[in-house]
C-alpha cells in the first residue's frame, strides 16, 4: 500500500534550524515535494527532489535518499510566519491509471515561538 | 504564470441541496485536474481524477453519483457535491497539472464547505 509518516507535531524557536522528516514506501515513486500549508489556505509549494540529494533554496532545503525512503525538510533562521503545516508529498509512477497524482503525508504541523 | 482560480471560497448550504465548486486555469490548458478532500487536521486524500473530455476516475470510497465532476473544457473543472449532507463539510481543493508550475502542480485557493 501507500504509506507517507511524518511527524504531527514540532516546536521551534526564532532564529533556530528546525529538521522535518518524511519516510514513504509507495508502489511508485516519480518524485517528493514539500509544501506548505497555513490554516484554511491551499498548499504553497517549496521544493522538490527526484534524485538523491540536496536541494537548497533560500532558508529552506530537501534531501532526498530513495533507496532509505526518505526525505527532510530544513528550515533555516526560523521566522514566526514559518508557523504552518508542512505536507510530504509523493508523486506515484504516472502510469496506467493513477496519472502522476500525489500522495500526501498527514502533515507536520510547526510552531516557531519567540 | 500557472495560476488556478477557484470559486467560491466558502459556501454554506443546507442538507439535501447541491452546491457547484469551479476550478478554472487562468493562463494555461489543464488537461488533467485533481480534487482533494480535507478534513481539519488531516492529509488532503486524493478524491478523483479528471481528464478534460472523459469521465473522471474516482478514488476507492469516492461516491461518484455524490461528487460529480466534470472537466467539459481546457480551462474549466467542477465538482459538484449532491444532496450534501452535514458530513460533507470539509476543505476541497483542485490542483491541476501544468509543466509551467513547479514541476507540474498547481492548486486552487480551495473551498469551505459547510453543510448545516
Known amino acids: 500500500g501507500q504509506n507517507i509518516d511524518q511527524p504531527t507535531e514540532m516546536t521551534a524557536t526564532e532564529g533556530a534550524i528546525v529538521q522535518i522528516n518524511c519516510t514513504y514506501q509507495t508502489s511508485g515513486f516519480n518524485g517528493l515535494f514539500w509544501y506548505q500549508q497555513h490554516a484554511g489556505e491551499a498548499p504553497t509549494f517549496l521544493s522538490y527532489n527526484v534524485l538523491d540529494g540536496l536541494e537548497e533554496k533560500g532558508r529552506f532545503s530537501s534531501f532526498l535518499s530513495r533507496s532509505k525512503g526518505y526525505s527532510y525538510l530544513l528550515l533555516k533562521e526560523l521566522q514566526m510566519k514559518d508557523s504552518a503545516s508542512y505536507l510530504c508529498?509523493?508523486?506515484?509512477?504516472?502510469?496506467?491509471?493513477?496519472?502522476?497524482?500525489?500522495?500526501f503525508g498527514k502533515g507536520t504541523k510547526l510552531s516557531v515561538k519567540p | 504564470g500557472a495560476v488556478v482560480s477557484q470559486h467560491p471560497s466558502r459556501v454554506i448550504c443546507k442538507s439535501g441541496t447541491s452546491v457547484k465548486i469551479e476550478c478554472r486555469s487562468l493562463d494555461f490548458q489543464a488537461t488533467t485536474m485533481f480534487w482533494y478532500r480535507q478534513f481539519p487536521k488531516q492529509s488532503l486524500m486524493l478524491m478523483a481524477t479528471?481528464?478534460?473530455?472523459?469521465?473522471?476516475?474516482?478514488e476507492q470510497g469516492v461516491e461518484k453519483d455524490k461528487f460529480l465532476i466534470n472537466h467539459a473544457s481546457l480551462t474549466l473543472s467542477t465538482l459538484t457535491v449532491t444532496s450534501a449532507h452535514p458530513e460533507d463539510s470539509s476543505f476541497y481543493i483542485c490542483s491541476a497539472r501544468s509543466p509551467r508550475a513547479n514541476y507540474g502542480y498547481t492548486f486552487g485557493s480551495g473551498t469551505r464547505l459547510t453543510v448545516v
Open positions: 479528471s481528464n478534460e473530455g472523459s469521465k473522471a476516475t474516482y
Open positions: 508529498a509523493v508523486r506515484d509512477s504516472g502510469y496506467g491509471g493513477s496519472q502522476g497524482n500525489l500522495i
